[in-house]
């Protein structure tokens, strides 16, 4: 779908600079900003290298693990339904301290993981849990303490203090983190947003996908 609405937003732009005769600003634009993503990303490499590497430090020093040990007892709390010797506990505590940290790139595997877990517990398989909603909801507000890559982009833009925005994300992430789970806590009984049990489990193999199967046969049975 996003690549559709892409795919659209071209055809328009290129359409109407066709239409007014603007053509060459198109050109020059694209050009420019192929220019431009190419210095960001160079620009960024050694700041995100330096700053990646002082979090793999603090890591290895077990600054991870603290901020685990921190985040089990809320997770106990906003979780009763998930036991705490559950798989699905142990990688939701690592997928959100790893974003607490900034780590995004080692709590994705995590935020996998809880969601798959967290499946095996669903009573109803077709709509997401209780449980896994929240998680979501969490997960895409986390609480970012070390907003690495946006300090990383305003350094690699020649901004003088790239870190002046430390204390606001904080605070901005900590109040929607907060307004997330206030607002999953106050929908979560009404009617409309219920689990739905009649509701069909997905298979896993799509029945539109009719091409797959064969596919898969066809790899499978060569020597």
Avoid: C
Wanted: aromatic residues 6%; proline residues 6%.
């Amino acid at each position: 779908m996003l690549n559709g609405i892409w795919l659209a937003l071209m055809l328009v732009a290129v359409l109407y600079a066709a239409f007014t005769g603007r053509m060459d600003a198109v050109k020059t634009a694209a050009l420019t900003g192929a220019k431009d993503a190419v210095d960001l990303v160079i620009g960024l490499v050694g700041v995100m290298a330096l700053f990646l590497g002082l979090m793999r430090v603090a890591q290895e020093g077990g600054l991870l693990r603290a901020v685990q040990r921190g985040l089990a007892p809320v997770l106990r709390r906003l979780f009763p339904d998930v036991p705490t010797d559950h798989p699905a506990m142990g990688a939701m505590i690592m997928n959100l301290a790893s974003n607490v940290l900034g780590l995004g790139n080692a709590a994705t595997p995590f935020g996998l993981k809880a969601m798959a877990e967290l499946q095996k517990l669903n009573r109803t398989p077709a709509s997401a849990s209780d449980a896994m909603v929240l998680f979501l909801a969490i997960n895409a507000t986390s609480v970012s303490l070390f907003p690495l890559g946006v300090i990383g982009v305003r350094a690699s833009l020649g901004s003088t203090s790239p870190e002046s925005i430390w204390v606001p994300t904080i605070l901005a992430t900590a109040a929607s983190t907060a307004t997330a789970i206030a607002v999953h806590f106050l929908l979560r009984r009404r009617a409309f947003f219920q689990p739905r049990s009649d509701l069909a489990p997905l298979e896993a193999t799509p029945a539109g996908d009719a091409d797959a199967a064969p596919a898969a046969d066809a790899v499978g049975a060569a020597p």
